[in-house]
């Protein structure tokens, strides 16, 4: 009988937070839906579906695949924060804890979105669980701080002809912005450390060991605010592109170097699924001041929500794909063996990512306007490679092979390199 009760306290808690996730995930869909239709309903219809349809399907598959791509460098950073902590994950299983937790932010119930899905499966795979949670809770920071120095610098840069009204909307939000920063501040500062229990105050000294272990290594730290602005970077100009594609012909770089990191910050708020509907209406409402037309601003928005919500669902796909790939590959100790097929095999990966992502990049710039025809000219040099999305697969194909080679014959000029190093000392 006793058995029996205990097991019934043990398993309610699950269930009970389950069904808080499933409810909240309910409202935050419910929210999604009633602000998109509000958008749909004040909004000229007609002007939204002539910017919409501005974007063709091939122009949307480049930007997939650019957003996938550059998601390789918060891997790379979430990667060298987890490990600078303490774990000890391999590229290949953080990119698949990674892009499950892309897949998380979209798809997935829960209030923090892909960030317990990430390190849930990061648990399973790291030597240290702690060094995971402070890995983790250093990268969200340090995207915050990212997104809001972005921000800043757009704020500084950007032309200030705007009118007394416009100037104060502008101004308000960098104060609301500045109250969030304080009271997050003042949030974990005053965190009662000495009412918390036994069990809680453990775990805060593992973190604290771990937070040790990344104070030893500030550079690190500085390289991944560093990685987090190029990421930021890139998804502004692929959104300043998508915006030229929407004849946003007002919306200069440094107009969107200020309102799409807002935008994003703002989606951050647990009122919708993935900020999904936030951020679209964010964004329009701060580009009218910029004499850009709100429709066009919200068409964007929903083309590059169309983007994320296709991205993290490959994403996903890619990371059950490595999960069944990983079961069936040898012990790393076997892998370790061989070096050099190591560095040939991380050599067409880059490579291959490399041209991919460039045929992807230059389409979307080429469609918007943004480049002329003379910077793809080179790459007539290879056959079959060309701005299309085939042409991106074929260039793919080309880096495989080409990088495959780079990687076999950098491995053994370092070797020898090495070798004669050695004789010489």
């Not at 002809?161 to 104060?168: E, F, I, P, V």
């Not at 068409?299 to 929500?305: E, I, K, N, S, W």
């Not at 991919?356 to 080179?378: D, H, I, K, R």
Request: overall charge positive; hydrophobic content about 55%.
């Amino acid at each position: 009988m006793g058995e029996q009760i205990s097991e019934s306290k043990v398993e309610s808690p699950p269930k009970a937070s389950t069904k808080r996730n499933w409810k909240g995930f309910v409202v935050r869909i419910v929210g999604s839906l009633l602000v998109l239709a509000l958008l749909f309903s004040f909004l000229p219809r007609d002007k939204l579906v002539q910017a919409l349809d501005a974007f063709s399907v091939e122009l949307w598959m480049a930007g997939v695949a650019c957003y996938l791509c550059l998601h390789l460098i918060g891997v790379a950073k979430w990667r060298m924060l987890i490990n600078a902590a303490g774990g000890g994950l391999s590229f290949s299983q953080a990119v698949r804890c990674y892009y499950y937790g892309l897949f998380g932010n979209t798809f997935l119930p829960s209030v923090v979105g892909g960030d317990i899905i990430r390190a849930g499966l990061a648990f399973r795979l790291t030597h240290s669980k702690s060094a995971v949670v402070m890995g983790s809770l250093v990268d969200r920071t340090i995207d915050s701080l990212g997104l809001a120095l972005v921000a800043g610098i757009g704020a500084l840069l950007i032309p200030m002809s705007l009118d007394d009204g416009s100037r104060s909307i502008f101004w308000g939000f960098a104060a609301v912005l500045a109250l969030a920063a304080v009271l997050l501040t003042v949030a974990i500062l005053a965190l009662p450390v000495r009412r918390l229990t036994l069990k809680w105050r453990r775990r805060l000294v593992k973190v604290r060991k771990s937070a040790r272990l990344l104070i030893q290594r500030p550079y690190k730290v500085l390289v991944a605010l560093l990685a987090v602005v190029v990421l930021q970077t890139s998804q502004v100009v692929m959104n300043c592109w998508l915006g030229r594609l929407a004849l946003m012909a007002n919306a200069s770089f440094l107009t969107w170097l200020f309102i799409w990191p807002v935008a994003k910050l703002s989606a951050m708020a647990p009122l919708t699924q993935g900020g999904i509907g936030v951020r679209e209406a964010v964004q329009g409402t701060l580009f009218v001041p910029f004499g850009v037309s709100m429709e066009k601003a919200v068409a964007t928005g929903l083309m590059f929500q169309a983007i994320i919500i296709c991205g993290n669902l490959l994403g996903g796909l890619l990371a059950m794909v490595l999960g069944r790939v990983s079961l069936k590959l040898p012990s790393s100790s076997h892998m370790n063996a061989n070096v050099a097929y190591r560095w040939a095999v991380y050599g067409s990966f880059a490579m291959g990512l490399i041209l991919f992502f460039v045929a992807n990049t230059l389409m979307l710039a080429l469609g918007s306007g943004s480049v002329g025809e003379q910077w793809t000219q080179w790459m007539a040099c290879l056959p079959g490679y060309d701005i299309s999305f085939a042409g991106s697969a074929v260039g793919l194909v080309y880096g495989l092979m080409f990088g495959y080679c780079l990687g076999w014959v950098g491995f053994h000029l370092m070797s020898r390199f090495n070798s004669t190093s050695n004789v010489k000392g």
